[in-house]
């Protein structure tokens, strides 16, 4: 897509500023959805638990393996709930969404997510390479399995390298999280381009910067606390920050004539 066919779709969806208070009102809307729909709900819940429960079984062992995939595992996880940002504008309708009403959401009509899903993994790809790159050249010894990053990087006792390592995962993954936030729930109601969603979605994170980098906080830190459960909290993380993502998306997205999808 053309970069001025692309601005030009991203102007026609006028967006709201937004208030720290908001983030919480979407994670109790959130809250909300997931107890009206539990079943489509805690199914996505458990199908995305059990995927990082393979991952880490073949990679526990192979450092860099299970961080690039658990790297696009998390990056692609909301192109995965595509279905429940479905539930929750079925529920806002006044209807009442089932899981069918989530599987419809993949009938294929166009390649945009799948296309969305492979630019996000590529990134993981990127992050996982330049994080390598850093960890291999500054560490003291070889890091081979995630004992030896935790010993060696996170717990060592002098150097700077753990701070290095996170603040160049900040630099990466904010442009990330600025391209996606509001484009994937745009591209499932809204026949747009991914180049516009993407333009969009920074159109949002710009305008209102303070209370989506508290929406970014609250994702990360959610996610943190599933994963550190065995990944058996991502059952209910998951589809909470799912349905919470489809409320932010509505209060960001004040108007648009775009065309809805079918």
């Not at 993994?121 to 560490?139: D, E, K, Q, R, Y």
């Not at 399995?145 to 935790?150: A, G, R, T, V």
């Not at 630099?171 to 990330?176: D, E, G, R, T």
């Not at 026949?191 to 209102?208: D, E, H, Y």
Request: hydrophobic content about 55%.
């Amino acid at each position: 897509m053309p970069i001025d066919t692309a601005l030009d779709a991203s102007r026609r969806c006028r967006l709201n500023d937004v208030g720290y208070e908001q983030p919480f009102l979407w994670l109790a809307r959130g809250w909300r959805d997931l107890l009206k729909t539990p079943g489509p709900a805690l199914l996505h819940g458990v199908v995305v638990t059990g995927f990082g429960l393979l991952l880490l079984a073949l990679a526990y062992r192979q450092f860099w393996l299970l961080a690039g995939a658990f790297s696009g595992f998390l990056l692609v996880g909301p192109v995965a709930a595509t279905g429940l940002y479905a539930v929750s504008r079925a529920l806002e309708r006044g209807e009442r969404p089932s899981l069918a009403t989530a599987l419809r959401a993949w009938r294929p009509r166009d390649h945009r997510l799948v296309l969305f899903g492979v630019l996000l993994a590529a990134a993981g790809t990127g992050w996982v390479l330049t994080s390598a790159s850093l960890i291999t050249a500054f560490a003291p010894q070889p890091i081979r399995e995630p004992l030896d990053f935790l010993h060696t990087v996170v717990l060592a006792d002098t150097g700077w390298l753990f701070e290095g390592w996170l603040m160049l995962g900040g630099v990466m993954v904010a442009p990330v999280y600025a391209s996606s936030v509001l484009a994937i729930p745009l591209m499932m109601e809204r026949r747009i381009g991914v180049l516009a969603a993407v333009l969009t979605s920074w159109r949002a994170v710009l305008q209102s910067p303070g209370p989506m980098a508290l929406w970014g906080g609250l994702l990360m830190a959610i996610t943190l606390i599933g994963m550190s459960t065995l990944l058996l909290g991502l059952i209910l993380a998951v589809p909470w920050l799912s349905y919470s993502s489809w409320h932010a998306y509505r209060d960001l997205v004040a108007r648009t004539d775009l065309p809805v999808n079918d």
